[in-house]
């Protein structure tokens, strides 16, 4: 699912991560070494400069006060990261501090019921991260007598958790020197330096890592982090750069050059599709609801959300062969729009009161009748949540 930021920006924007697949997740090969000479040394000089004006930028105008910096642990670190992925910060905040005030640790986490996980993400979006989340903490209480791996390797291995996460997590908890490039980073970098290219491309991701890996400082590693993606997001932003405020724009190419809005470059995007789908809003004569979970992968995967079926077939010959059910009254709500990642859905939904006389609808691991006062518990699509909370309003 898509979500879009306060100013209809496309979150991606804000910190979207660039994670490799598991044939590139390892660090890159060290290399043998040389003496160094005048180029080297100039080139170690210029890395130093770079971090030190990152960092004196971030001790007056960085981020100092997010949740998940006080304390800074390696659940909590983690936890964030993964929420950022794809998610604006200020959209995050209030789902992480929910989360973290029910799930305060790792094994909380491993211990809590995959819906109660689904729920408390719900919302956020791209609930496979939420799934992989809960997966990699239920492997860390199983191989790593329940605590996040401190080792690249290990840690990069577990679900959600790719290079860039990895290095975040680790540099941040731990101090350790690695780099990261999200999509903050990888646009100050690429605007830095000059790059051109297309960003998804396999050969500007190695430029950008092998930029960031050697503008990194030797010390402050976990303030330099969270510098690099502040600066990102609050200055070098994809649209309307705030250059006159960059620690180092006095030699940014892209500045010097007119090419802030170019780069980074990417390939053009295609217009959206529209799909179209009837939402069925069943309800029995004691006000349950009928939910069906969702297939774990695709759009709201692993949630329970309305029932569906494709517009204009015949409804009272879909709910006897479907469920089993016979209408006794429906009602045609005015449609609505949710926009994801590749496509946009126009949903109409359909209230519908049932005969409870007829069904052989039963509670199973894939259908379900809800109480309203039991709805809260359970991981909901946005838009369904809004829509089921909307029905209510007008019924009281």
Not at 54 to 65: I, K, T
Not at 166 to 186: E, K, S, W
Not at 331 to 343: G, I, N, Q
Request: charged share 25%; with cysteine.
């Amino acid at each position: 699912m898509r979500d879009r930021g306060p100013h209809g920006r496309d979150v991606a924007s804000d910190h979207a991560r660039i994670e490799p697949g598991p044939g590139n997740a390892g660090m890159p090969r060290s290399r043998t070494r040389c003496a160094p000479t005048k180029a080297s040394s100039f080139a170690a000089s210029a890395a130093a400069s770079f971090a030190a004006r990152v960092l004196a930028w971030f001790e007056s105008h960085g981020r100092h006060d997010l949740p998940w910096q006080h304390p800074r642990t390696p659940y909590r670190v983690w936890l964030s990261e993964v929420m950022l992925q794809q998610t604006q910060v200020a959209t995050v905040i209030p789902y992480f501090e929910r989360f973290v005030h029910e799930l305060p640790d790792l094994r909380a986490l491993a211990q809590a019921d995959g819906d109660r996980v689904l729920a408390l993400w719900a919302g956020l979006g791209y609930y496979s991260r939420a799934r992989n989340l809960h997966r990699a903490a239920q492997l860390c209480v199983e191989r790593h007598d329940g605590e996040l791996p401190d080792g690249f390797e290990v840690l990069a291995a577990l679900p959600g958790i790719g290079r860039s996460t990895a290095g975040a997590i680790l540099a941040q908890a731990h101090g350790t020197r690695l780099p990261i490039l999200d999509g903050n980073v990888r646009r100050v970098l690429a605007r830095h330096a000059g790059i051109d290219g297309d960003v998804q491309a396999a050969g500007t991701q190695r430029a950008l890592w092998a930029l960031a890996e050697s503008l990194l400082p030797h010390a402050r590693l976990a303030e330099y982090t969270q510098a690099i993606m502040d600066l990102g997001a609050t200055v070098c932003r994809r649209a309307d750069p705030r250059c006159g405020a960059c620690p180092v724009a006095a030699d940014c190419v892209a500045l010097r050059e007119g090419r802030t809005a170019e780069l980074p470059r990417r390939k053009v995007a295609r217009a959206l599709a529209t799909r179209e789908t009837t939402i069925l809003v069943l309800r029995d004569g004691a006000g349950r609801q009928l939910l069906e979970r969702r297939p774990p992968s695709g759009i709201w995967g692993g949630l329970w959300s309305l029932p569906e079926c494709a517009p204009g077939i015949d409804l009272a010959t879909h709910l006897a062969r479907e469920f089993g059910l016979r209408a006794r009254t429906t009602r045609a709500l005015p449609p609505f729009v949710h926009a994801f990642t590749h496509f946009r859905l126009r949903a109409t939904p359909v209230c519908i009161e049932i005969d409870a006389t007829r069904t052989r609808v039963g509670d199973s691991d894939s259908q379900r009748w809800v109480d309203a006062a039991a709805l809260d518990a359970l991981g909901l699509p946005q838009p369904v949540r809004r829509l089921l909370n909307q029905l209510k309003e007008d019924a009281s």
